[in-house]
């Protein structure tokens, strides 16, 4: 007989314990974690300047707002740790709000629209941690994933810090008994009910859900906190305040005699205290919230971060979210004044929070990603030599590995064809040497072979090109799921995935793809500045049957494909002056931005706006990401 969650839950702590003071611990290393800085966004959504001209006095050494791709364990991580650049965050933080899965079995797929037609598709396999709501050893599983989160969590609050931990009935029990545990019984503030109505059904078959529990800790028994008001209702005003000679709502209370002992101004009242029931706040789904929707699902109003960061974070204060999903925590206590960190392990969420930031003209922020994620999970996993994970990765992809003795241990082939899979290492970039060593192989090894896949794990920023040059229709370039690794800790969990198979769908070797632009055009324009011109080309995608697709959905793609590749490009953004190190995205376009053109579904095609003149040679980088998050670039340089 299995044991109930409620006699597991002290190994759930217990393993869950260890697991962050490992972390904690290792923080000193030499081999720690870092954020690598993918791009420093400078929000423009029109073609009206060049970022206002205050590009200049950009740098890295003064505190940036974060936007960070990857696992949020490993965020928090690095965080905690620091580097030569960014000091450790670790008590730095003063307010923490999390709406993280609710392991209520649902399945987020992510919904593309095109020009032509809808697209679904069913998240991969680093994404399904984020999207798919559901956990493999059921709720178990997934209280084992919070543990060490939410002690890290603790780590980063200060003294006077504070969390929101946002969940709903499915396992809001078992939350609370945790992080009694983890921040103490006595540091437990409120139950807060959000009671967001809206959801009938006559027909349902128990009483209809209309609240989701917010439950509120403080790291310490003195946190900071604002108390905040909710205004008057029209029926409270009528019901107990009066109009005085000069037409000033009043209340007042009985000092004898028919006489106020005081009396207490409308226009001069913050409202009613707040309590914790927060009826007053309407869901996404409402239809006067239309203006609020960015398209994803679990988005949540504007209004309930405003209530929680107004009331617990101090003005100029840090705020961070770890499951960022839509961006609202970001866009609101960037409205409101805050610093904040966001992070989330879905592409399609992190391309929702950057598009919103910058539609909203945000102050500059980062965009990050987790540094050597590879490297760093491959020494931490049970894999000694890079030929077990290779053969491995190998069997996930359907190959079989050469048997014969003196053979390449990265190489294998797939069954009755005369295909080659070369299996590149988590610890280099895979670059043009290594696709011409794998056409070698394909040409000669054994016999030579009729077409060669290479999988890899990072690739250098130039990839794209590096292909479109070498134009060999008999050479695939396919991504290892970057969090694979994490998945593999265990030559146990290994073997469970080949057991699995590929049949299962939940393993996705993604595509690469390329873009290309016309050659951009400089102009003079007076004395001090120049008119660039950049106009986009071409996008290609080098494997579209890599994409978590159907059928049907697969089809749909290949029509868009063929009739419009650009309308596949769901953002892009040009340094005007790429230094070759960070990326500064001072222009931007992306769907659903009308500031340039009328149409939704499209970016605009060309970018035309002024730069200050320089006396060296101009180098122009254009990143691009497309509607399945899949990022590229393409540098040009004017002498």
């Not at 798919?132 to 178990?140: H, P, R």
């Amino acid at each position: 007989m299995s044991k109930s969650l409620i006699e597991e839950l002290p190994k759930i702590m217990q393993r869950g314990k260890k697991e962050a003071n490992k972390i904690l611990k290792g923080l000193s290393e030499d081999n720690r974690l870092t954020l690598q800085t993918n791009e420093i966004v400078l929000p423009s959504k029109d073609d009206s300047g060049y970022f206002k001209e205050q590009v200049k006095n950009i740098s890295e050494d003064n505190w940036f707002n974060k936007l960070i791709y990857g696992d949020n364990l490993l965020t928090m991580q690095a965080l905690l740790a620091g580097d030569e650049k960014t000091p450790s965050m670790r008590g730095q933080i003063d307010l923490i709000y999390i709406d993280p899965p609710f392991d209520s079995k649902a399945d987020y797929r992510t919904k593309i629209k095109l020009a032509d037609n809808d697209i679904e598709q069913k998240p991969t396999v680093i994404e399904q941690f984020a999207y798919k709501d559901t956990w493999k050893n059921g709720t178990a599983s997934y209280l084992e994933m919070m543990v060490p989160r939410l002690i890290l969590m603790r780590e980063l609050l200060s003294d006077k810090g504070s969390l929101f931990f946002h969940i709903d009935w499915h396992v809001g029990h078992y939350i609370k008994i945790i992080l009694d545990e983890i921040f103490g019984r006595n540091n437990f503030r409120n139950e807060i009910i959000w009671y967001y109505g809206e959801r009938q059904s006559p027909k349902a078959t128990k009483f209809n859900n209309k609240h989701d529990v917010i439950y509120y800790y403080s790291k310490d028994s003195n946190p900071y906190f604002k108390m905040v008001f909710k205004p008057f209702s029209d029926e409270y005003i009528k019901q107990f305040f009066k109009k005085d000679e000069n037409g000033r709502y009043y209340t007042s209370t009985d000092g004898g005699r028919g006489k106020p002992r005081y009396k207490r101004y409308l226009d001069e009242s913050p409202g009613i205290a707040m309590d914790t029931v927060w009826d007053d706040i309407k869901m996404i789904g409402n239809i006067s919230m239309k203006s609020e929707r960015v398209g994803y699902q679990t988005q949540k109003p504007k209004a309930l971060i405003e209530r929680i960061i107004n009331s617990s974070c101090p003005p100029n204060g840090i705020v961070a979210d770890f499951f960022a999903g839509s961006g609202t925590t970001g866009a609101v206590a960037d409205n409101l004044g805050r610093k904040w960190i966001m992070s989330d392990l879905g592409k399609p969420a992190c391309m929702i929070s950057r598009k919103r930031l910058i539609d909203q003209e945000v102050e500059p922020f980062l965009y990050q990603s987790i540094g050597d994620y590879q490297k760093e999970q491959f020494e931490q996993s049970e894999f000694k030599t890079i030929r077990d994970l290779s053969q491995v990765v190998m069997h996930l992809y359907g190959a079989l590995p050469f048997k014969d003795e003196g053979s390449y241990t990265n190489l294998g082939y797939i069954k009755d064809s005369k295909i080659l899979v070369y299996v590149d290492s988590p610890s280099k970039m895979t670059g043009k040497k290594t696709l011409i060593k794998a056409q070698k192989l394909r040409n000669t090894y054994k016999g030579g072979w009729k077409k060669v896949v290479v999988l890899g794990w990072n690739f250098v920023q130039e990839i794209g090109q590096i292909i479109n040059d070498l134009n060999d229709n008999d050479l695939d370039v396919l991504v290892i799921p970057p969090d694979l690794i994490e998945q593999l800790k265990t030559k146990k969990s290994a073997n469970d995935l080949i057991k699995q198979g590929n049949n299962s769908n939940s393993l996705r070797f993604s595509s690469l793809q390329y873009l290309t632009i016309k050659n951009p055009v400089i102009e003079n324009y007076d004395s001090d500045s120049e008119k660039l011109t950049v106009e986009l080309s071409n996008y290609v995608l080098l494997s579209p049957d890599a994409l978590p697709l159907d059928e049907k959905n697969k089809k749909k793609l290949q029509k868009s494909i063929a009739n419009d590749p650009l309308s596949l490009i769901e953002y892009w953004s040009v340094d005007p002056d790429y230094d070759g190190e960070v990326f500064r995205s001072k222009w931007q376009d992306y769907r659903e931005n009308t500031n340039n053109d009328n149409d939704e579904f499209r970016v605009i095609e060309k970018a035309v706006f002024n730069v200050p003149k320089i006396d060296y040679p101009r180098v122009i980088c254009v990143k691009a990401v497309d509607v399945f998050g899949f990022e590229s670039a393409t540098t040009f340089e004017i002498k």
